[in-house]
């Protein structure tokens, strides 16, 4: 079968089961979009290029499936870098695809050129030119295996408009599907070294005072039912990092919540007081650490993560074992299971008394709980985290919540209860505002039967809201809130207690824009909340619209501050509980 280049990368996104994709069309990927007329792939047109980055993540997020995004050349190209290296940062599954300028033209800096191989490199898990038609299927077809498997990640696609041009006799090509992929660089290791995962139960039985410290790597694998087997079968508590919310359920008794910079008391101090940190798809990041030298001084480690790059990258691990996730907490609870037998055959004991250790942790609990006052007295201001909780209170079990970068992402964090996995979504490693708006369309497309509700702060917020035009043209009733302190409030924060209170270029008004009528504008409904009598009546009113998108402007105190908090660099035994309540030694 003949088909042109631009027929061929189309069919070939059939064929790996796309069924939506975001982008926006320019001159050199122009001849690409007229086969997308006779496709069933569903294409939503974004409104800036950063918006179908971040809504391919979205969707990759919420659904464990790859998310695609297709852009033209030049700045079209330039403007989906964010959210490669975003993607990248976090591990999500993400194809997208740039068009470049003919073949011929390629390096004679064309009208819209740019080499975008060369300036996506070190943000993508891959990338590559594609410089023949004959090539697109099994390019296209390695591409998503790259993106998918392993540890997951972005991989971009490079195509010169002639060999998608169907004018352009460099565009012809007989079709073909390949069944494998032949990468002979490229072979994860999926399953964990038996003599590593036998050593890794010895440490465990005989741990005192063991943690569990499980990362994003616990969704990207699906392994949030053998964690929590796992963490039954031994009765260890887990931590659950900003990226792996969810993973484990807040509800558990045996879960410990969030640790790192801005996580409660518990989770932080759990892991500094530990004799073992089992360490499942997480990456030792800054913001969990604090001052490297001082984090977890008497720990053991055992690390698990299928990139092993990962393994002494940070912290150099007792017992390393490379694998996924999923695979290697499976045979791991088969040997804590044998250990198990063989001490109740011999009459021995299986693991130590941890008694002291779980009453200790339940007095921290009950000592240090996350804190704080929404007063009700006329004139009291709005606190963000009685929006969170009420927002979290009236919106089905089941939310997808998917937040900006800053304040509120951590309030969010906090607050909320996630008891069901890839219910949250948010930029963890490299931090991007304007992350949530775009993120929850590509959520709600993902899982149009779930409510999704984004999180944002005001400076969030004003990034990229023009993605709400999208959402409204397009029907994909997504739910703003906006947490509106009329500052950028992380760094406010960070001015107040390390510079002096020396506030240089972080206030941004309560007044402009004017968020209600900015969103009755896009198409959406728009509210304002000023007073805690009106949240909730907010709240309802906005789940109870389904026919388009809603934004909320909770006008909140511009005064709270996030705490618990960590300062950068310090060890995590300095953590400043609160304004009123000090530091929390040991």
Same mark, same amino acid.
């Given at each position: 079968?003949?088909?042109?280049?631009?027929?061929?990368?189309?069919?070939?996104?059939?064929?790996?089961?796309?069924?939506?994709?975001?982008?926006? /069309?320019?001159?050199?990927?122009?001849?690409?979009?007229?086969?997308?007329?006779?496709?069933?792939?569903?294409?939503?047109?974004?409104?800036?290029?950063?918006?179908?980055?971040?809504?391919?993540?979205?969707?990759?997020?919420?659904?464990?499936?790859?998310?695609?995004?297709?852009?033209?050349?030049? /700045?079209?190209?330039?403007?989906?870098?964010?959210?490669?290296?975003?993607? !990248?940062?976090?591990?999500?599954? !993400?194809?997208?695809?740039?068009?470049?300028?003919?073949?011929?033209?390629?390096?004679?800096?064309?009208?819209?050129?740019?080499?975008?191989?060369?300036?996506?490199?070190?943000?993508?898990?891959?990338?590559?030119?594609?410089?023949?038609?004959?090539?697109? /299927?099994?390019?296209?077809? %390695?591409?998503?295996?790259?993106?998918?498997?392993?540890?997951?990640?972005?991989?971009?696609?490079?195509? /010169?408009? @002639?060999?998608?041009?169907?004018?352009?006799?460099?565009?012809?090509?007989?079709?073909?599907?390949?069944?494998?992929?032949?990468?002979?660089?490229? $072979?994860?290791?999926?399953?964990?070294?038996?003599?590593?995962?036998?050593?890794?139960?010895?440490?465990?039985?005989?741990?005192?005072?063991?943690?569990?410290?499980?990362?994003?790597?616990?969704?990207?694998?699906?392994?949030? %039912?053998?964690?929590?087997?796992?963490?039954?079968?031994?009765?260890?508590?887990?931590?659950?990092?900003?990226?792996?919310?969810?993973?484990?359920?807040?509800?558990?008794?045996?879960?410990?919540? !969030?640790?790192?910079?801005?996580?409660?008391?518990?989770?932080?101090?759990?892991?500094?007081?530990?004799?073992?940190?089992?360490?499942?798809?997480?990456?030792? @990041?800054?913001?969990?650490?604090? $001052?490297?030298?001082?984090?977890?001084?008497?720990?053991?480690?055992?690390?698990?993560?299928?990139?092993?790059?990962?393994?002494?990258?940070?912290?150099?691990?007792?017992?390393?074992?490379?694998?996924?996730?999923?695979?290697?907490?499976?045979?791991?609870?088969?040997?804590?299971?044998?250990?198990?037998?063989?001490?109740?055959?011999?009459?021995?004991?299986?693991?130590?008394?941890?008694?002291?250790?779980?009453?200790?942790?339940?007095?921290?609990?009950?000592?240090?709980?996350?804190?704080?006052?929404?007063?009700?007295?006329?004139?009291?201001? &709005?606190?963000?985290?009685?929006?969170? %909780?009420?927002?979290?209170?009236?919106?089905?079990?089941?939310?997808?919540?998917?937040?900006?970068?800053?304040?509120?992402?951590?309030?969010?964090?906090?607050?909320?209860?996630?008891?069901?996995?890839?219910?949250?979504?948010?930029?963890?490693?490299?931090?991007?505002?304007?992350?949530?708006?775009?993120?929850?369309?590509?959520? $709600?497309?993902?899982?149009?039967?779930?409510?999704?509700?984004?999180?944002?702060?005001?400076?969030?917020?004003?990034?990229?809201?023009?993605?709400?035009?999208?959402?409204?043209?397009?029907?994909?009733?997504?739910?703003?809130?906006?947490?509106?302190?009329?500052?950028?409030?992380?760094?406010?924060?960070?001015?107040?207690?390390?510079?002096?209170?020396?506030?240089?270029?972080?206030?941004?008004?309560?007044? &402009?824009?004017?968020?209600?009528?900015?969103?009755?504008?896009?198409?959406?409904?728009?509210?304002?909340?000023?007073?805690?009598?009106?949240?909730?009546?907010?709240?309802?009113?906005?789940?109870?619209?389904? @026919?388009?998108?809603?934004?909320?402007?909770?006008?909140?105190?511009?005064?709270? $501050?996030?705490?618990?908090?960590?300062?950068?660099?310090?060890?995590? @035994?300095?953590?400043?509980?609160?304004?009123?309540?000090?530091?929390?030694?040991?």
């Amino acid at each position: 079968m003949k088909l042109n280049g631009g027929q061929a990368l189309i069919k070939s996104l059939e064929m790996e089961g796309v069924e939506v994709m975001f982008g926006l /069309p320019g001159g050199a990927i122009l001849p690409v979009y007229d086969p997308i007329i006779d496709s069933p792939i569903r294409h939503i047109l974004v409104r800036h290029e950063q918006g179908a980055g971040h809504m391919a993540e979205g969707y990759a997020h919420a659904t464990g499936r790859p998310g695609v995004a297709m852009v033209t050349s030049g /700045p079209g190209a330039t403007n989906i870098v964010t959210p490669l290296a975003d993607a !990248m940062m976090d591990s999500i599954p !993400m194809v997208v695809i740039t068009g470049q300028v003919p073949s011929a033209a390629i390096g004679t800096d064309a009208f819209q050129e740019c080499d975008i191989i060369g300036v996506t490199r070190s943000v993508t898990k891959h990338n590559e030119l594609i410089t023949s038609a004959q090539d697109i /299927p099994r390019v296209i077809h %390695e591409a998503f295996h790259i993106a998918t498997t392993g540890r997951p990640g972005p991989v971009l696609v490079d195509i /010169p408009k @002639d060999i998608v041009d169907p004018n352009n006799p460099n565009s012809a090509m007989d079709w073909y599907w390949p069944d494998s992929v032949d990468l002979p660089g490229y $072979k994860p290791t999926v399953k964990g070294h038996p003599r590593m995962i036998r050593e890794a139960a010895k440490l465990i039985s005989e741990a005192q005072r063991p943690v569990i410290y499980a990362g994003g790597g616990i969704l990207k694998a699906r392994a949030a %039912e053998a964690l929590r087997e796992l963490a039954e079968l031994t009765g260890i508590s887990v931590v659950t990092t900003l990226m792996a919310r969810g993973a484990f359920p807040d509800s558990h008794p045996l879960c410990l919540g !969030m640790p790192g910079m801005h996580g409660n008391y518990t989770a932080i101090t759990s892991m500094q007081q530990s004799d073992l940190l089992i360490a499942l798809g997480s990456r030792f @990041d800054d913001r969990v650490t604090g $001052k490297v030298g001082a984090f977890a001084p008497g720990a053991k480690i055992i690390h698990v993560d299928v990139d092993p790059a990962e393994l002494g990258k940070v912290r150099r691990p007792d017992v390393p074992i490379v694998g996924d996730c999923k695979a290697v907490i499976e045979e791991l609870i088969k040997e804590v299971r044998q250990l198990q037998a063989t001490a109740a055959e011999s009459g021995g004991i299986a693991q130590p008394d941890r008694a002291p250790w779980d009453a200790q942790l339940k007095q921290w609990q009950a000592q240090f709980p996350l804190h704080y006052d929404q007063g009700w007295n006329e004139g009291d201001a &709005l606190k963000p985290q009685f929006c969170i %909780e009420m927002l979290r209170d009236n919106s089905p079990e089941d939310t997808i919540v998917v937040s900006g970068v800053g304040q509120h992402q951590m309030w969010s964090s906090q607050f909320w209860r996630f008891n069901h996995p890839y219910t949250w979504i948010n930029s963890g490693g490299l931090g991007t505002m304007g992350f949530a708006v775009p993120a929850a369309v590509g959520a $709600k497309v993902g899982m149009p039967g779930r409510t999704v509700w984004a999180i944002d702060g005001d400076g969030c917020f004003q990034m990229t809201a023009q993605e709400l035009v999208t959402a409204s043209a397009e029907r994909i009733p997504v739910k703003v809130a906006i947490l509106n302190n009329a500052y950028l409030g992380m760094v406010r924060q960070w001015q107040e207690l390390f510079y002096e209170e020396r506030y240089s270029e972080v206030y941004l008004s309560p007044d &402009l824009p004017d968020y209600k009528m900015w969103a009755e504008a896009m198409g959406c409904v728009g509210m304002r909340v000023e007073h805690p009598d009106e949240v909730v009546p907010a709240i309802e009113k906005a789940n109870s619209i389904d @026919d388009r998108p809603v934004v909320i402007d909770f006008r909140v105190d511009w005064t709270e $501050k996030v705490y618990p908090m960590v300062a950068a660099g310090t060890s995590n @035994d300095n953590v400043i509980l609160g304004p009123e309540m000090g530091e929390g030694g040991h």
